[in-house]
């Protein structure tokens, strides 16, 4: 991937970041409003206010892997890793880089990856027997 290529990429990245960071800070303000409103005493759904409170702290967490994603391929980057594969070494397919711009594997390695961790996940269930 060229020079004009990257700096492509790294925009569009450092552009998502602050998206992302943008987002979570509305969402932090929304917890704190709602925690605010908990604690007057007209407010009857308590139990809404804490599922929303959930959602926005889940929010928080797939935004906080988001960034932590961003950064990594950001150093990609700067080191002159970005595009090759983390498992195989191989070129990561351009189309794949243009939909997922921190994807770390290629579409083989990525496909092995979550087949795998679907069976762990599979035999980490307990047994109806």
Do not use: H
């Amino acid at each position: 991937m060229g020079s004009i290529g990257l700096e492509g990429v790294k925009e569009r990245l450092q552009r998502r970041r602050r998206l992302i960071l943008e987002s979570s800070l509305r969402a932090v303000s929304n917890i704190e409003q709602m925690r605010g409103a908990e604690r007057d005493p007209e407010v009857e759904e308590g139990s809404q206010s804490e599922q929303e409170q959930s959602k926005l702290s889940q929010l928080a967490e797939v935004e906080q892997r988001e960034i932590a994603q961003i950064d990594a391929a950001l150093e990609r980057i700067e080191a002159g890793r970005y595009g090759a594969c983390a498992e195989c070494g191989d070129p990561i397919d351009p189309r794949r880089l243009e939909a997922l711009p921190f994807a770390l594997d290629c579409a083989e390695c990525g496909t092995s990856r979550e087949e795998a961790r679907r069976i762990e996940l599979q035999m980490e269930k307990p047994s109806r027997w």
